[in-house]
């Protein structure tokens, strides 16, 4: 179910009557993509172009004894074997991460984790580099892995990173936010205390798409172009600018259409810097295209994170305190992508939406012997995390009350009152309603009546769940004197130019991965100035065309980006203001504005399109003092605070006593994220992140065995959700506009991918509650459901 | 894209054709069907054929034929035309439940029985299917045909009596009144192989007694039919108990293995759960046709 109808696209309809500004229009990029006319990563070709392949380790720890690359480099079609030995000569052969952390690039003294990188072969085609692979005699000498996460500290844990002077155990960091003693005074005189261990499994955000690069160095005049899948483009410049030494306007980067990126394509990977060294060696172009099992083995992962959770409150359901320590496994290099200042990212927002009296929360951050990364799937800097484990202590202790989950949320929300509102780990919620999204929320789902339908499907043994979840997410890093990545603050820029005939570009930093830029921010600047979408060209992802920027992830898009682009706008229009009180011979002050055009006060008659004065602009009259010609601007926009868009969302499930299979069969979303750009790439939006919640709360997780062998390195053994796994998706929603944003929009990428967990997972804990389960970990497979029934719920990890 | 290691390709004109090239490429030559067991194992280099000979032009053995008490089913009859077929479906109910749950709709347009029946993965559903309704397989090679019944047909996993010069031409299936059958499967998501899986035929007498049964299990480590499953349930009258005490049976037989998709005790349980369904299942179409 859809609630909103504003202006329909109707491209028959006249100007005046088509949508100038926000409302819901297709797609501008759709028409490109749905006739396979899209331009990816794998489609370029230059010529002369080679081809690269790399050898991964089979082991997840090994000291590596010796390489004999001299049968493959006899392969005819074989141009290069780049080794660990050569990068260290060229300095490269590790990269810093964007954590503070360095990665190896190709291994030089030991292997860390299985499918890390060992050799490059660049060869004629992509054939012939993946048969050169199996002539590279590898010498490995086993080590004893690091699998478990909770053994990492022990005294007799093999030391991963033993690289490192002074090196003697796995801990990368310890790290705490609120305050630990006012907290346990809370805890301390509480009525009532419930703690519970809450484990969000290793997932992976396997975009359709995998990652690669094309590197093409040009040895004449020393430029790089560096064709790559990311989403970042001006981030992955400057480091490129500063490992590889090579001078920054000597790099191009371009990021061509992406199949889809959810954090997985904002680090950089060591393919990414084989291929420049491939280019730079072989001197002509090199291709690298990683395969499904190298994507799901060797690329940021997402989560890993063991919980312990603590909540106190009174009998009567006020809730008074959270607590939690957290064991984090970042695997073996710390690769995360870090905007704050806290290795645990925005972990410290698990207060959620609540009121409290006190919170404390600490992080231990751990390496062990699997593929490093933790930024990925809806990037959203530990959110998620935080979200579900707060969400989950919520309805458990629920639960423990005997209350019902919603009442309790509705009970314990913050007020609208209280925004902006300062919460205990030092975050300031921008704006919020929570109670009426909640209320709207158990409107659509009719949910007195589903509590009666539970009840009387309980007497006859069957099993139905209604689980409730209510986020708060945190998004738009950020402002740039708090937010950055390795050291490049958060701001970014936008740049419009109106030509002469009223069309216009305008150019962003931000490079889209399906989010549908082309169109939002055709958008942003068709409100702001009055021209249609259609006549605005949104360029993008490519460093050479577009100011600097740090990319798209962490829904951070609308908030930072759009505010820039909105900005950018008004500021043409103000320059239009000046051209036009010429061309009118008013005073701009005698100037008003309407959708598209500026006319004198009280004569509407009299006044000048913005097509008029871009051709003003552009000609030959006298322009005012102050305006040097043309219709352009630019800005950069270093935003205020975060945005804090939220969301109640309710999930109905029907399990199989038999089997433990689990059916959704409701799933009603309520987000509110500030004004609504295109309510349907919104809703676009949400459907995917709601489509990827059912996959990590049912059937997603990357395992390994005892011995460091990853268990997910295929779609076989990776399972992620199928439309035939999820419902139809009833969508509704509230807006409560961010008070600092310019449009005051927040943003809405990642809400469901965070909000649609805990919701699934409570349901299932609700409708075992017969059988007295409180608590059961993703993923929610039948095996796992149908062991919870007996008594017996494990941890996946 | 996971690339394969070097084969070359060859495509049969008809089966004596395909039978010539298996015996001039010798055992490094293998047969293709619909694709989709080979193919992803060569991807992952786990199987490396030097030649492969493509029999999708045997139009000749793709085919649904019914022949008096006999339905005869080419080998190279794809799991969608094995699903949309109204004839099966009417005769073996089995058959669609199986083909619903196996894999997605673009496996099924390319995937073959012949294909499933000859990789003889554990977690294949048609194995079942043939195996508790009996079928016959039609095997031709270099001495000319021959007909195997289903438990001379499975070797084991991975493993058949299709010597490496033969082709599985056919599947028959022997029509018998008063019949029904069923198939039930547990996976992780549409499109993932079993977790386990159980299928039952089940022939009633006259007088709505249990006069032959058979019970099968995918994934959950018997290779053959329930022994004994015939002998409990002859002669006595479909109810609750009965299709208890098989799935007691069942789950006693099995012999499961824990992996990703679950450990042994909850693959064990399955084995009860899904036998008594199918049981109940199968008896309940039976007890249709019977009327009908
Ligand atoms: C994603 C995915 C999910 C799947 N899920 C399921 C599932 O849930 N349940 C299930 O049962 N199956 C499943 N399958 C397997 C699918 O049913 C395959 O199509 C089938 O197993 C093999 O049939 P094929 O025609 O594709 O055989 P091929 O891959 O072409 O061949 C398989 C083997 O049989 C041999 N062969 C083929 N035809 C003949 C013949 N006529 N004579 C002699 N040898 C022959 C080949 O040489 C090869 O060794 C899945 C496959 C995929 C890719």
């Given at each position: 179910?859809?609630?909103?109808?504003?202006?329909?696209?109707?491209?028959?309809?006249?100007?005046?009557?088509?949508?100038?500004?926000?409302?819901?229009?297709?797609?501008?990029?759709?028409?490109?993509?749905?006739?396979?006319?899209?331009?990816?990563?794998?489609?370029?070709?230059?010529?002369?172009?080679?081809?690269?392949?790399?050898?991964?380790?089979?082991?997840?720890?090994?000291?590596?004894?010796?390489?004999?690359?001299?049968?493959?480099?006899?392969?005819?079609?074989?141009?290069?074997?780049?080794?660990?030995?050569d990068l260290l000569g060229l300095k490269l052969a590790w990269a810093p991460t964007l954590s503070a952390d360095v990665q190896a690039v190709l291994v030089t003294d030991k292997v860390r984790f299985q499918g890390q990188e060992v050799a490059f072969v660049v060869a004629e085609d992509r054939y012939a580099a993946r048969d050169a692979l199996e002539l590279i005699d590898v010498e490995y000498d086993v080590l004893p892995p690091l699998v478990d996460a909770r053994k990492a500290l022990d005294a007799d844990a093999p030391v991963i990173r033993d690289e490192i002077e002074g090196r003697t155990d796995n801990r990368i960091f310890d790290w705490e936010m609120g305050d630990k003693a006012e907290t346990d005074a809370v805890f301390a005189s509480a009525d009532v205390v419930v703690s519970q261990e809450v484990v969000y499994p290793r997932v992976h955000p396997a975009p359709m798409e995998t990652c690669g690069a094309v590197a093409d160095f040009d040895a004449v005049n020393g430029k790089l172009t560096l064709y790559e899948t990311t989403q970042a483009p001006h981030a992955h410049r400057t480091l490129f600018a500063i490992v590889a030494g090579i001078p920054e306007h000597k790099i191009r980067i371009v990021s061509p259409d992406i199949g889809g990126g959810f954090g997985n394509k904002v680090g950089i990977y060591p393919g990414y810097i084989l291929a420049v060294v491939g280019s730079i060696v072989s001197g002509r172009p090199v291709k690298w295209v990683e395969d499904r099992s190298e994507n799901l083995m060797s690329t940021s992962f997402a989560r890993d994170y063991i919980m312990q959770g603590e909540i106190a409150a009174t009998r009567d359901g006020k809730i008074l305190a959270l607590r939690t320590h957290v064991l984090a496994d970042h695997g073996a290099f710390n690769a995360t992508a870090q905007p704050t200042k806290n290795p645990a990212g925005f972990?410290?927002?698990?207060?959620?939406?609540?009121?409290?009296?006190?919170?404390?929360?600490?992080?231990?951050?751990?390496?062990?012997?699997?593929?490093?990364?933790?930024?990925?799937?809806?990037?959203?800097?530990?959110?998620?995390?935080?979200?579900?484990?707060?969400?989950?202590?919520?309805?458990?202790?629920?639960?423990?009350?005997?209350?019902?989950?919603?009442?309790?949320?509705?009970?314990?929300?913050?007020?609208?009152?209280?925004?902006?509102?300062?919460?205990?780990?030092?975050?300031?919620?921008?704006?919020?309603n929570y109670e009426a999204a909640?209320?709207?929320?158990?409107?659509?789902?009719?949910?007195?009546?589903?509590?009666?339908?539970?009840?009387?499907?309980?007497?006859?043994?069957?099993?139905?769940?209604?689980?409730?979840?209510?986020?708060?997410?945190?998004?738009?890093?950020?402002?740039?004197?708090?937010?950055?990545?390795?050291?490049?603050?958060?701001?970014?820029?936008?740049?419009?130019?109106?030509?002469?005939?009223?069309?216009?570009?305008?150019?962003?930093?931000?490079?889209?991965?399906?989010?549908?830029?082309?169109?939002?921010?055709?958008?942003?600047?068709?409100?702001?100035?009055?021209?249609?979408?259609?006549?605005?060209?949104?360029?993008?992802?490519?460093?050479?065309?577009?100011?600097?920027?740090?990319?798209?992830?962490?829904?951070?898009?609308?908030?930072?980006?759009g505010g820039a682009v909105a900005l950018v706008a008004r500021k043409v229009r103000e320059k239009a203001k000046l051209i036009a009180g010429a061309m009118l011979e008013t005073r701009p002050e005698d100037l008003e504005w309407e959708k598209g055009r500026w006319f004198v006060k009280g004569d509407p008659s009299a006044g000048k399109?913005?097509?008029?004065?871009?051709?003003?602009?552009?000609?030959?009259?006298?322009?005012?003092?102050?305006?040097?010609?043309?219709?352009?601007?630019?800005?950069?926009?270093?935003?205020?605070?975060?945005?804090?868009?939220?969301?109640?969302?309710?999930?109905?499930?029907?399990?199989?006593?038999?089997?433990?299979?689990?059916?959704?069969?409701?799933?009603?979303?309520?987000?509110?994220?500030?004004?609504?750009?295109?309510?349907?790439?919104?809703?676009?939006?949400?459907?995917?992140?709601?489509?990827?919640?059912?996959?990590?709360?049912?059937?997603?997780?990357?395992?390994?065995?005892?011995?460091?062998?990853?268990?997910?390195?295929?779609?076989?053994?990776y399972l992620i959700p199928t439309a035939m796994e999820v419902p139809d998706w009833e969508t509704g929603f509230t807006v409560t506009p961010s008070p600092h944003h310019p449009i005051g929009a927040k943003g809405i990428g990642e809400s469901a991918t965070v909000g649609s967990p805990p919701a699934i997972v409570n349901a299932v804990v609700d409708a075992l509650a017969p059988f007295g389960v409180t608590h059961m970990d993703m993923p929610c497979t039948p095996a796992r459901v149908w062991a919870a029934m007996q008594g017996r719920a494990r941890p996946p990890i | 894209m996971q690339i394969p290691a070097p084969f070359d390709y060859v495509r049969a004109t008809t089966v004596e054709n395909a039978l010539e090239l298996l015996a001039r490429y010798g055992p490094e030559s293998r047969v293709v069907a619909g694709g989709h067991s080979l193919l992803p194992m060569m991807k992952l280099r786990l199987s490396r054929p030097e030649w492969l000979i493509d029999i999708n032009d045997l139009y000749e053995l793709d085919f649904i034929l019914r022949d008096g008490n006999k339905l005869r089913v080419g080998a190279l009859t794809r799991h969608t035309t094995l699903l949309e077929s109204d004839e099966v479906a009417g005769l073996f109910p089995i058959v669609r439940d199986a083909e619903r749950v196996i894999a997605d709709p673009?496996?099924?347009?390319?995937?073959?029985?012949?294909?499933?029946?000859?990789?003889?993965?554990?977690?294949?559903?048609?194995?079942?299917?043939?195996?508790?309704?009996?079928?016959?397989?039609?095997?031709?090679?270099?001495?000319?045909?021959?007909?195997?019944?289903?438990?001379?047909?499975?070797?084991?996993?991975?493993?058949?009596?299709?010597?490496?010069?033969?082709?599985?031409?056919?599947?028959?299936?022997?029509?018998?009144?008063?019949?029904?059958?069923?198939?039930?499967?547990?996976?992780?998501?549409?499109?993932?192989?079993?977790?386990?899986?159980?299928?039952?035929?089940?022939?009633?007498?006259?007088?709505?007694?249990?006069?032959?049964?058979?019970?099968?299990?995918?994934?959950?480590?018997?290779?053959?039919?329930?022994?004994?499953?015939?002998?409990?349930?002859?002669?006595?009258?479909?109810?609750?108990?009965?299709?208890?005490?098989?799935?007691?049976?069942?789950?006693?037989?099995?012999?499961?293995?824990?992996?990703?998709?679950?450990?042994?005790?909850?693959?064990?349980?399955?084995?009860?759960?899904?036998?008594?369904?199918?049981?109940?299942?199968?008896?309940?179409?039976?007890?249709?046709?019977?009327?009908?």
């Open positions: 179910m859809t609630l909103i109808h504003d202006r329909q696209s109707n491209p028959a309809a006249g100007d005046e009557d088509r949508p100038i500004g926000y409302g819901r229009i297709q797609r501008k990029e759709d028409p490109r993509f749905v006739r396979g006319k899209g331009h990816y990563l794998d489609d370029i070709v230059l010529p002369g172009m080679l081809h690269g392949a790399i050898l991964r380790a089979p082991v997840a720890h090994a000291k590596l004894v010796s390489i004999d690359t001299t049968n493959a480099l006899a392969h005819p079609k074989v141009v290069a074997v780049i080794t660990g030995k972990f410290s927002i698990f207060t959620g939406s609540y009121d409290l009296l006190a919170a404390h929360c600490s992080v231990t951050g751990v390496y062990t012997n699997k593929a490093p990364g933790g930024v990925a799937y809806a990037c959203s800097f530990r959110v998620t995390e935080a979200v579900y484990l707060v969400e989950r202590m919520v309805d458990i202790l629920a639960r423990k009350l005997d209350m019902d989950p919603a009442e309790l949320r509705l009970k314990n929300f913050i007020k609208p009152e209280q925004f902006p509102y300062a919460n205990k780990t030092g975050w300031v919620y921008d704006s919020g909640m209320r709207l929320s158990m409107q659509l789902a009719g949910y007195e009546d589903l509590r009666r339908e539970q009840a009387e499907k309980r007497e006859r043994g069957e099993l139905m769940g209604i689980g409730v979840s209510f986020f708060t997410e945190v998004v738009g890093a950020g402002p740039r004197k708090h937010f950055d990545i390795v050291g490049l603050g958060m701001a970014d820029g936008a740049e419009l130019r109106v030509h002469p005939t009223g069309k216009a570009v305008v150019r962003i930093s931000v490079q889209s991965q399906g989010q549908g830029h082309e169109t939002t921010f055709a958008q942003i600047v068709a409100e702001e100035l009055g021209i249609p979408p259609e006549d605005i060209d949104v360029v993008h992802g490519d460093t050479d065309q577009t100011p600097f920027g740090l990319g798209t992830y962490g829904s951070r898009s609308t908030p930072v980006s399109t913005i097509a008029e004065i871009a051709m003003a602009a552009h000609g030959t009259m006298t322009l005012p003092e102050g305006v040097d010609g043309n219709l352009d601007a630019e800005v950069t926009y270093d935003p205020p605070n975060l945005t804090f868009p939220f969301g109640a969302y309710i999930c109905v499930v029907d399990i199989d006593p038999g089997t433990g299979q689990v059916k959704v069969r409701r799933f009603i979303a309520v987000d509110d994220c500030g004004t609504r750009i295109n309510p349907m790439i919104i809703e676009g939006q949400v459907h995917g992140g709601l489509t990827d919640g059912v996959g990590m709360a049912l059937m997603e997780i990357i395992e390994f065995d005892a011995d460091g062998n990853c268990l997910g390195g295929s779609f076989m053994d | 673009v496996v099924r347009n390319r995937g073959t029985i012949g294909g499933s029946l000859c990789q003889a993965d554990p977690a294949e559903d048609l194995s079942t299917v043939c195996d508790v309704l009996g079928a016959e397989a039609v095997i031709r090679g270099p001495g000319g045909e021959r007909i195997l019944s289903m438990s001379e047909f499975h070797r084991g996993p991975y493993e058949t009596a299709v010597g490496q010069d033969e082709l599985l031409c056919e599947v028959r299936f022997g029509i018998r009144p008063r019949s029904g059958s069923a198939y039930e499967k547990v996976e992780r998501r549409v499109g993932d192989w079993a977790v386990g899986a159980a299928g039952a035929a089940v022939t009633l007498t006259a007088d709505g007694t249990v006069d032959d049964a058979a019970v099968g299990l995918t994934a959950l480590g018997l290779d053959h039919p329930l022994a004994g499953a015939a002998a409990v349930l002859r002669g006595r009258h479909p109810d609750e108990e009965l299709f208890a005490e098989a799935g007691r049976l069942a789950a006693e037989a099995c012999n499961p293995v824990a992996d990703q998709r679950g450990p042994v005790d909850y693959k064990r349980h399955l084995a009860d759960e899904l036998t008594q369904r199918v049981l109940r299942r199968a008896c309940a179409r039976a007890a249709q046709t019977q009327e009908g």
